[in-house]
């Protein structure tokens, strides 16, 4: 009898190490997509929750997820990866980056599986924002797709707005600067105690606010200068003049502009739509997102990046990145990225997904800060501006501190923009 129980045992031992050594075999056997990506804070979690949904939906496939930390050292890791030919399946990458690894034939056009047998049709293409498409798309192809995309946005305080008279945000930079001007509180000796608006030499509303007055940045994604336009100059001097006549726009970047606009210290600020995903928890007023202010147009630049393939991934390696890409930009899962993050979803169709529909319902102006996407403008693709854009948002700071004149700082930019540095 004990015998038996002995072999009994050493059977349910055997069949135990058996199913282990299978279950290894199997995650083993899965095909490998390195995904190199630099989400962090809550967008992070909401990837890597999304990612684990989709293995458990595709048990063949293993999305290796690989945190860069940060945007440069993403570009700076991917440079040197593809330089040693050993890039990862699949990677976030801004256009810039997409125009050089383009140039140097290393990336899968994402149009041969858009169009392929397990692609997407003409309604689902017709679903996603037509500016968003045109800006993944070189010479007619689209070689990536967008993966996340925010806008610009105001984040006010409703409570403090509606104390001087506005019941919403301004819809024009007129109204916006005399709403600034009403909201700034000084103290028996003239110091700001409460700022209208926090902010400082910000490329995003240069930008923007360059587009609406009917300029550009560039002659084309290459071509000369043409920021230092008056359009670029009306657009700075409105920006400087905040600061330096009105002295109402808060620029002491000492502190988080986030952190005394929750205290109070600070009537609104610009930033990203996805700022409201980390301060949810630390609302103790209603506070309101409002899409950018217009001059004689509406237009606003939209940031993040796109997801592209590389082509050293072997064919089955590329079909399993294609299919993850595939279920990430269908709708179902834009929902769940956007409520986990606060990115635009890429399809028009998710902002009537009831759950999407309740943030809305639930935020004053978010509904109009998405609207944004209906008039989106980018930045130059070319490689020329990837290197030279420091150089303008340098001389913004300069104006912005009174040091250079608007006219005199972006002449400056121009300048060492052609030149190089």
Not at 199 to 218: A, E
Request: hydrophobic fraction near 45%; glycine fraction near 8%.
């Amino acid at each position: 009898m004990r015998a038996l129980i002995l072999h009994a045992n050493l059977m349910r031992c055997l069949l135990a190490a058996l199913l282990l050594w299978a279950g290894c075999r199997s995650a083993d056997d899965r095909v490998r997509v390195r995904f190199w990506h630099a989400m962090g804070g809550e967008s992070q979690r909401t990837l890597k929750a999304m990612v684990q949904r989709f293995e458990r939906e595709n048990p063949d496939v293993r999305i290796e997820l690989v945190g860069m930390g940060s945007y440069d050292a993403l570009a700076q890791k991917l440079m040197g990866a593809v330089a040693a030919q050993d890039p990862p399946s699949i990677a976030q990458m801004y256009e810039n980056w997409t125009t050089q690894f383009l140039d140097g034939d290393r990336l899968v056009p994402l149009d041969s599986f858009v169009r392929g047998p397990d692609g997407l049709d003409e309604r689902e293409l017709a679903d996603i924002y037509p500016a968003l498409l045109e800006n993944n798309s070189w010479q007619g192809r689209l070689v990536t797709l967008p993966f996340n995309k925010s806008v610009p946005v105001f984040y006010y305080n409703a409570a403090m707005f509606a104390a001087v008279g506005f019941d919403s945000f301004p819809a024009t930079w007129s109204g916006f600067r005399a709403a600034a001007n009403r909201l700034t509180r000084r103290g028996p000796g003239g110091a700001v105690e409460t700022w209208g608006v926090a902010g400082g030499s910000d490329i995003w509303i240069f930008g923007s606010m360059l587009y609406q007055l009917g300029g550009r940045f560039l002659a084309g994604e290459n071509g000369a200068p043409e920021f230092n336009s008056p359009a670029g100059v009306r657009a700075l001097a409105f920006q400087a003049g905040l600061v330096l006549e009105d002295r109402v726009m808060k620029t002491d970047v000492g502190r988080a502009p986030m952190d005394d606009f929750l205290v109070g210290r600070v009537a609104c600020l610009n930033g990203s739509s996805t700022w409201r995903a980390p301060i949810l928890e630390d609302e103790t007023f209603l506070v309101g997102m409002a899409p950018l202010p217009a001059w004689a147009r509406p237009a606003a630049i939209v940031y993040g990046t796109n997801i592209g393939m590389f082509r050293d991934a072997k064919p089955l390696e590329q079909a399993a990145a294609w299919r993850f890409i595939r279920w990430f930009i269908a709708p179902e899962q834009q929902v769940e990225w956007s409520l986990g993050t606060w990115y635009v979803p890429i399809q028009r169709s998710c902002l009537e997904d009831p759950r999407i529909a309740e943030r809305l319902a639930e935020t004053p102006g978010l509904r109009a800060a998405y609207a944004q996407m209906d008039h989106a403008v980018f930045e130059p693709r070319g490689l020329k501006w990837m290197a030279g854009r420091k150089a303008l948002v340098e001389e913004l700071e300069a104006a912005l501190h009174g040091a250079r004149t608007p006219k005199q700082a972006l002449d400056a930019a121009a300048r060492r923009y052609a030149a190089g540095n």
